[in-house]
């Protein structure tokens, strides 16, 4: 779609503030205020297409970036679950060392009682 120029003035106040919207949002000063006037014109009944990079179009990229990431957590705490499962699987109670060593130190005794006696 073909754009005009509009021409405002505005105070100092006004125009730190559009300066510092564009720079937050990473946009020239021209988008900041073009966003600006439609948000401000939205508020007060009146319709834009949002197919040239709208807030419903910003919004409904942000929802799909949340879905991905969402999958993205839901999948990664499925894999931390099933690791947590083959970990506590895999390992032996405590009591199971004290075992060992009790044995070997049994073994040990019976080794060496049979040349002493």
Do not use: C
Not at 20 to 34: G, K, L, M, Q, V
Not at 44 to 62: C, K, M, N, Q, R
Not at 90 to 115: G, H, K, S
């Amino acid at each position: 779609m073909p754009s005009k120029l509009i021409q405002a003035r505005a105070d100092d106040e006004t125009v730190e503030a559009l300066e510092d919207f564009a720079e937050r949002n990473n946009i020239d000063r021209s988008e900041a205020i073009r966003r600006a006037v439609r948000g401000h014109l939205g508020n007060h009944g009146y319709d834009f297409p949002t197919t040239d990079g709208g807030v419903a179009v910003e919004i409904s990229e942000l929802e799909q970036s949340i879905t991905q990431l969402e999958q993205k957590q839901s999948e990664q705490l499925t894999d931390l679950r099933a690791e947590i499962v083959t970990r506590s699987s895999n390992t032996e109670p405590e009591w199971v060392t004290y075992l060992n060593l009790i044995v070997l130190t049994v073994v040990a005794t019976l080794v060496v009682l049979q040349f002493i006696l």
